[in-house]
């Protein structure tokens, strides 16, 4: 019985740690004191240039088509607000073990223990792209900052044009449902 258990809790934990990894992570803040129903009208503003312009149309392109969505205007003169997105690249190193060894298990049906194993143990090390998508809401009036959102999001070499269109979106929609604040809090 102990040994179903812990076979089910280590299979459930091996089948979870990939999908926990591969969740995205959003974040965002704002300014408390502002009242967001006023803002209606918003410029795209280019912010710091990254490291693959496409990939920067790509996120204005998604940020617009989400505002106007959901009934804000874009407009060239005098808008209540900027937006200014950026897009910074980072290199982390991942670490995996595999272990070549046998970890005997003794007991019977009701209990026993794990005996000492034999083997190798091989570390496996890679370098994996993430990249920040970060959105910055500024109040044209005072050009002060009334909102910011980010999302973090491995980015794989293999990845084609639609590829990166379809994760952009998804990326820019995780990050952009949290604004009106109060909307999906």
């Not at 990939?55 to 900027?82: C, E, K, S, W, Y």
């Not at 298990?105 to 998508?133: A, P």
């Amino acid at each position: 019985m102990k040994h179903s258990i812990r076979t089910a809790i280590t299979a459930a934990i091996l089948f979870l740690i990939p999908a926990l990894a591969a969740a995205q992570k959003v974040t965002y803040d704002y300014d408390k004191s502002k009242n967001f129903a006023h803002v209606t009208t918003f410029t795209v503003k280019e912010g710091e240039p990254s490291h693959n312009p496409l990939v920067d149309q790509r996120i204005a392109a998604a940020i617009t088509r989400t505002l106007t969505a959901r009934g804000m205007r874009q407009v060239d003169h005098d808008p209540d607000v900027f937006i200014v997105p950026s897009l910074t690249a980072e290199m982390r190193k991942e670490y995996t073990a595999y272990n070549t060894g046998y970890w005997p298990y003794y007991g019977g049906y009701w209990g026993g223990y794990w005996g000492g194993g034999w083997g190798s143990t091989t570390v496996q090390e890679r370098e994996l792209q993430y990249d920040t998508v970060a959105i910055d809401m500024v109040d044209t009036k005072t050009g002060a900052l009334i909102w910011r959102g980010k999302g973090v999001k491995r980015v794989h070499s293999h990845w084609k044009p639609d590829d990166v269109d379809k994760q952009v979106q998804k990326t820019v929609g995780k990050i952009m449902s949290h604004f009106p604040p109060g909307l999906a809090d």
